[in-house]
């Protein structure tokens, strides 16, 4: 079994800061890519950001320059430093990974956390 699980969300004032985390446990061979989408309400989930085992990024256009993922691969940890936050920013932050386990390639998902950015 592979879990997920992210902390760090939160209520900040616009303008403000916070870092979300993700862990990944369980049988995992190789993490190919972790990341970040979000969903707030009444929208569609969409993508925050993807970095690779090689550390290559991918961000949604309108978050570049603001939100910075990074990961520890040794320990199967990702984070999502989130900077200059938008009352727009308020959604649910669910962590992904593509992984190679005792269940071959698969897709996983946390269970989300709130950001909630304030004006």
């Known amino acids: 079994q592979v879990q997920l699980v992210e902390s760090g969300g939160g209520l900040v004032q616009a303008g403000g800061s916070l870092r979300l985390s993700c862990a990944a446990s369980?049988?995992?061979?190789?993490?190919?890519?972790m990341g970040w989408y979000r969903q707030a309400p009444g929208k569609q989930r969409e993508l925050v950001a993807l970095i690779n085992s090689g550390d290559s990024t991918n961000y949604a256009d309108s978050l570049k320059g603001r939100f910075t993922i990074s990961r520890d691969n040794a320990k199967n940890l990702a984070y999502l430093q989130m900077n200059r936050l938008k009352p727009e920013d308020t959604a649910v932050y669910y962590c992904?990974?593509?992984?190679?386990?005792?269940?071959?390639?698969?897709?996983?998902w946390g269970q989300g956390t709130q950001v909630t950015v304030s004006s």
């Open positions: 992904y990974a593509n992984l190679f386990g005792v269940w071959g390639h698969r897709d996983y």
């Open positions: 369980g049988s995992i061979f190789r993490i190919n890519a």
